[in-house]
C-alpha cells in the first residue's frame, strides 16, 4: 500500500507586502486572516485532512504565538511545528527548517500558507498519477509577480517569475507541490547548499528550479487547475479578491 504524503505548510514569513500597506493587519501572519469566518490556517488542515493527509507540519517564524493559540481552539488533529528563528530572511530558510520533513521517506506535499483555495485543487494534487506534481492556472495575470510554469512539448522547462527557457505556454504555480520521498530528499540536499551559502536570502523556488530543470524529462509534470477558484494573498487587493472568491469555493 503507498505510503500517504506529508503535508508541509510554510508559514513563516512576516508578509510585509500584505502588512505594510494594511495597517489593519499589521500584526497579522497571513496563516491567520480570515475568511468566512475561519482562518487560512483552519481551511488548510480541514482540507488536508478531508483529502487523507493527516501528517501536517507548520514551519512558524513570525506570529508564532498567535497561531499556536490559533490551533490550540481548532478541533481535529493538531499539526506539527517547526520554527525557524531566522525567519525575516528568505523562504528557503523556512524550507531548511523543515528538512526531516523532506527526508522522512514519504511522498511530501509543501505548501504555501498564504493561499485561499477550492478543495478540488488539493484533490487534483494528491489524487494524481505524477509522483513529481504541481499545480499550474492558465489564467495568469501579467508581469513579474506570478511564478511562472512555462511548457514546451507538453514538459515543463521553466519556473520562475522571470522564465529564461524558450516555451510554448506558460501559467502561474499554485505555490502546492507534491513530491515523490527520493525528490523530497534530493530538494533537502539543495536547499542546504542555498540556506547555508550566499542563497540564504532566496526564495524556495530557486532550489527547486533549479532540481526541475537539471533533471531528466518527464521527471516532473503538471495538474490543469484552471477554471478552479483560488488566491495568493500577497497584497491588501488580494484580501479582497479571496473574500469575493467565497462563494465560488466547494465546501
Keep these: 500500500m503507498p505510503t500517504a504524503p506529508r503535508a508541509l505548510i510554510l508559514a513563516a514569513g512576516v508578509g510585509r507586502r500584505l502588512s505594510g500597506q494594511n495597517p489593519a493587519g499589521a500584526h497579522l501572519p ?7 469566518g475561519r482562518s487560512l490556517i483552519a481551511r488548510h488542515l480541514d482540507i488536508l485532512h478531508a483529502s487523507g493527509v493527516t501528517d501536517v507540519t507548520l514551519v512558524l517564524g513570525y506570529g508564532e504565538a498567535d497561531i499556536r493559540a490559533e490551533l490550540a481552539n481548532l478541533p481535529g488533529p493538531k499539526p506539527s511545528i517547526l520554527v525557524n528563528p531566522d525567519f525575516r530572511r528568505g523562504s528557503v530558510v523556512s524550507l531548511h527548517a523543515a528538512r526531516r520533513v523532506l527526508e522522512s521517506g514519504a511522498p511530501v ?29 492558465r489564467e495568469i495575470e ?16 521553466d519556473f520562475h517569475k522571470r522564465p529564461k527557457a524558450e516555451h510554448e505556454w506558460h501559467g502561474e504555480s ?11 530528499a534530493e530538494l533537502a540536499n539543495r536547499v542546504a547548499t542555498y540556506a547555508m551559502g550566499e542563497g ?22 503538471f495538474e490543469d487547475i484552471s477554471g478552479l477558484p483560488w488566491t495568493e494573498i500577497d497584497f491588501p487587493e488580494d484580501v479582497e479578491k479571496a473574500n469575493a472568491l467565497l462563494p465560488e469555493l466547494v465546501a
Design 30 to 36: 497571513k496563516i491567520l486572516l480570515r475568511f468566512g
Design 109 to 137: 506535499i509543501l505548501m504555501d500558507g498564504d493561499v485561499l483555495y477550492d478543495r478540488r485543487l488539493m484533490g487534483r494534487l494528491v489524487g494524481s498519477k505524477l509522483p513529481n506534481c504541481l499545480l499550474l492556472d
Design 142 to 157: 501579467p508581469g513579474d509577480e506570478p511564478v511562472k510554469l512555462c511548457i514546451a512539448g507538453g514538459r515543463i522547462v
Design 174 to 184: 499554485v505555490g502546492f507541490f507534491r513530491f515523490a520521498p527520493e525528490i523530497a
Design 200 to 221: 540564504a536570502g532566496m526564495e524556495y523556488e530557486e532550489p527547486i528550479r533549479d532540481m526541475m530543470l537539471q533533471a531528466q524529462p518527464d521527471r516532473f509534470g
